[in-house]
């Protein structure tokens, strides 16, 4: 499958007289020259405008609004060679998502079937050897093991054994090893993912301007009235300054 996606500045409109394989009648408005040069490329590399195929109403199709609020245009586009225009389930805009762009986020549906994969790989455990390091928690890593391989050697062997002796004690030394390494020191992917948690927590702080602005974006997108609106957007790019300035 090949995607192509972007900001083609291309208003194709919803004629599709002489492009039906590259164009359906959901596009908006008339067609400006880029569009016509986005039209013949699609038709010449067999590939279909996702957003001109799906039925939605025009806040869902349109892409772009001037900083006015007066215009707006279907200027971004997704597209999918032809082949594959059965898997495109859906082409929409989602206005909510606040980007703190004259853009709104364009997105696609994509049903692909797959080859089934192989069985998976075992991958085996990464030790965070920094426990090591102190000297408490190295004795009482001794300790562990020690409790543990003495409380093995009192166990009653079975009397018939269905596998090798060998491996058989080879996968209890690991398993002993592995699980007072695990209550001791933990796997070094589970700390990357605590250090991450707590650098994201870190990031995340101080985000009422953010959220703000989030609001402001849900406010013009609701209201009804010029005068609001209008007033809205000043806030917003007061808003996103401060955010801007913080980042």
């Not at 972007?6 to 004629?15: P, R, S, T």
């Not at 013949?40 to 609020?69: D, V, Y």
């Not at 909510?96 to 997105?107: E, F, N, Q, R």
């Not at 700390?191 to 989030?214: H, V, Y």
Request: hydrophobic residues 30%.
């Amino acid at each position: 499958m090949l995607l192509l996606m972007g900001d083609l500045n291309a208003k194709v409109g919803f004629e599709n007289v002489i492009y039906e394989r590259v164009t359906g009648k959901e596009g908006c408005g008339g067609q400006n020259d880029n569009g016509e040069r986005l039209t013949e490329w699609c038709a010449f590399n067999n590939m279909i405008i996702g957003g001109t195929i799906f039925p939605h109403r025009s806040n869902q199709k349109l892409t772009w609004t001037s900083p006015n609020g007066r215009d707006q245009n279907q200027i971004d586009h997704r597209m999918v060679n032809s082949m594959w225009r059965r898997s495109l389930l859906d082409v929409k805009v989602r206005r909510g998502a606040d980007v703190a762009s004259d853009h709104h986020l364009v997105t696609a549906r994509v049903r692909l079937k797959l080859r089934a994969a192989g069985p998976k790989k075992q991958i085996n455990p990464i030790y965070d050897i920094n426990g090591c390091k102190t000297t408490r928690i190295e004795s009482a890593f001794v300790l562990q093991l020690r409790n543990r391989f003495q409380a093995l050697s009192l166990m009653d062997e079975p009397e018939a054994e269905e596998e090798d002796p060998v491996n058989q004690q080879c996968k209890q030394v690991r398993s002993i090893f592995n699980k007072a390494r695990r209550t001791l020191w933990g796997d070094k992917e589970d700390m990357k993912t605590e250090d991450k948690e707590e650098e994201r927590m870190d990031n995340t702080r101080n985000t009422k301007d953010i959220e703000e602005r989030r609001r402001l974006k849900k406010k013009i997108n609701d209201s009804r009235s010029a005068r609001l609106e209008g007033r809205y957007r000043a806030e917003y790019a007061e808003t996103n300054k401060r955010v801007k300035r913080k980042i």
